[in-house]
């Protein structure tokens, strides 16, 4: 070495403090690139994305083969310093080198490459999969010696290094990503993948039409009652009951109806032919579940009900739609008037609104882990069924309650205590 000239080891060095730059950005490039993305490159057959894929599915043998690498190079860059800074400065040259060479190596072999690989993964990855499959297989042998060794080590603290898991996400985690996704994923694209993420949290009795408000043919009535309620009727499809909502025996729909009512002598026994058998579902069903059992059982509408077999309401395919992508038909005067905004800030809401309803109109977070209705969330609060207006708190909200009927909150007016 001492009589090798100091421009050709100068430019040694210099080659492999490039070597170690490319190491080091290599190892970064590799282990930061997007799975997710990486995956679909593959299957679009990027032959780059499937080297990088195939190094990856043994990481241990990727770092074997690049810490190899890059130890190689540092020491053989530090032994080369050496040698230059004891021909200029003498023993001194030996304390010089090593201070140079780790400023050198920090800067220039280390952090800036490892930045740039961690800002563009591909660009550094892609290439340098072709030069590591390459190295990998030449140093196969020191590679595997290495590795056994390591993963020997490994092993008596329990990890198993050939055991890569395939990275996964829960639903919370999809969520952020939904939401990180900024303009790459449109608004309303966006608020319909969260909303079906959210289906799980939601249940039919979160969304269906309670027993009370549930419009439906009671078989006991006149023919032409029946007659007149079906031609009054603006729903496509009606439960057909004996004497009580309990004892639903049938669904009604728009078009059996207008067959049923082209017959000249209409009868029960006729609108009984006409109705096909109700479909029931438990109300604590999740609404993922009970979208899928629709399709399952090609049905439309069930009736909803309790863990006794009480009707509870009804729900519908299009309810669930709903939560997905929102009202499918502009609201009635009667809905419009469910929540209304007051002069001084406050709202005018109807007891008998959904809580998930109020929230998401107005962005709030009252309950919804109990009652389903702001008169339910008022009674379970006060513990007791009011008989003149009184106010209340719910967390950050006020309530005041201002019309009582029939042992029901019927109205009641609310403001967000910021």
Known sequence: MNDVPLSILSGILFCLILLSAFFSSSETGMLSINKYRLKHLVKSKNRSAIKVDT???????????ILIGNNFVNILASAIATIIA??????????????????????????????????????????????????????YPLVWLVNGLSNGLLRLIGVKASHNEQDTLNTEELR???????????????????????????????????????????IEDSIEEII?????????RMPVYNGEINKVIGILHARHAAVFLRDENPTKA????????????????????????????HQQMAVVVDEYGDVQGIAAMEDILEEIVGEFTPPTQDEEEEIQTLDDGSFRIDGTTH???????????????????????????????????????????????????????KYAKLRHKH
């Open 176 to 218: 952020t990503v939904v939401n990180e996704a900024g303009g790459l994923i449109p608004a309303a694209h966006q608020e319909m993948l969260i909303s079906i993420l959210d289906l799980e949290k939601v249940s039919v009795e979160d969304i269906m039409i309670p027993r009370n408000e549930v419009v439906g043919i009671d």
């Open 355 to 409: 809580i998930r309803e109020i929230n998401k109109a107005l962005d709030w977070h009252l309950p919804t882990d109990g009652p389903k209705t702001l008169n339910g969330l008022i009674i379970e609060t006060l513990e007791f069924i009011p008989d003149c207006p009184i106010s209340l708190r719910v967390g950050h909200y006020l309530i005041e309650i201002q019309e009582i009927e029939d042992k029901v909150v």
């Open 86 to 139: 004891v021909r200029i400065w003498g023993d001194a040259g030996v304390a010089i080198a090593t201070a140079a060479l780790t400023m050198i190596v920090l800067i220039f072999a280390e952090v800036t490459p490892k930045t740039l690989a961690a800002i563009h993964p591909e660009r550094i990855a892609f290439p340098a999969s072709w030069i590591l499959g390459v190295l990998l297989k030449a140093l």
């Open 270 to 297: 006729a609108l009984l032919k006409a109705t096909v058998e109700p479909y029931f579902i438990p109300e604590t069903t999740p609404l993922n579940t009970a979208l899928l059992n629709f399709q399952k059982d």
């Open 55 to 65: 190094l990856l599915k043994r990481p241990d043998r990727l770092i074997g083969v």
């Open 228 to 236: 007149v309620q079906i031609c009054d009727s603006r729903h496509t």
